[in-house]
């Protein structure tokens, strides 16, 4: 089981959020546009963060910056509608796929099968309550059918997958790094 130091929490839980809010929908974003990390930032903080109202604070900062950007930003409301609302359990999914594998985990070669397990489940399961509440019940697509639908799983999901995959296999990189070196300097002293 993956369990942090409170100290630890609190650098990891601030630079999730600085990571949220320099790549949201490219809203405030000047680093060439880096892909949002949003759906990895719920992962990670599933993984990483054990507070429960980390969760619900994640939320009101992407619905903040999502808010301040059509308000005052200039950003298109085209995804502002009543399928809004669906990125509750779409996120959700993500940081309970994140908690899944933090209390799966083991500082092993074979975590990361679990890990890449839980990636792809939780994100499809995310992708599902994201991109079919918007299809469905955004007002957007004039009769929506299942039929119609299916087909743009195949086309968006492994987008969303693969900017995913990116951030979660840099901060496994990241962590692999970490524990190296804190075993080293363990060792060492």
């Known amino acids: 089981m993956l369990t942090l130091n409170k100290n630890h929490q609190i650098l990891i839980g601030l630079l999730l959020a ?3 809010i320099l790549t949201r929908g490219h809203h405030f974003a000047a680093i060439n546009h880096l892909p949002s990390a949003s759906w990895a930032v719920f992962f990670l903080a599933g993984v990483y963060l054990r507070p429960v109202w980390v969760f619900p604070a994640l939320l009101a900062v992407a619905a903040g910056l999502d808010f301040a950007a059509v ?5 298109s ?6 399928a809004y609302g669906f990125l509750l359990p779409a996120y959700g999914s993500l940081w309970l796929g994140g908690r899944w594998f933090a209390k799966h985990y083991q500082f092993a070669f074979k975590s990361v099968a679990t890990l890449a ?7 499809f399961v995310c992708h599902l309550f ?3 509440g918007f299809y469905f019940l955004s ?3 004039a009769d929506p059918t299942l039929a119609e639908y299916l087909p743009r799983i195949a086309k ?11 951030y979660v296999a840099t901060a496994a990189i990241i962590h692999i790094v970490v524990k190296a070196l804190r075993s080293d300097a363990k060792q060492t002293a």
């Open 71 to 75: 308000t005052w930003g200039g950003v």
């Open 139 to 141: 007002g957007r697509y």
């Open 77 to 82: 409301n085209f995804c502002t509608t009543p």
């Open 130 to 132: 994201s991109s079919g």
């Open 117 to 123: 397990a839980s990636v792809v489940a939780s994100s």
């Open 156 to 166: 968006y999901y492994p987008s969303s997958l693969g900017t995913l995959a990116f």
């Open 18 to 20: 600085a990571l949220l």
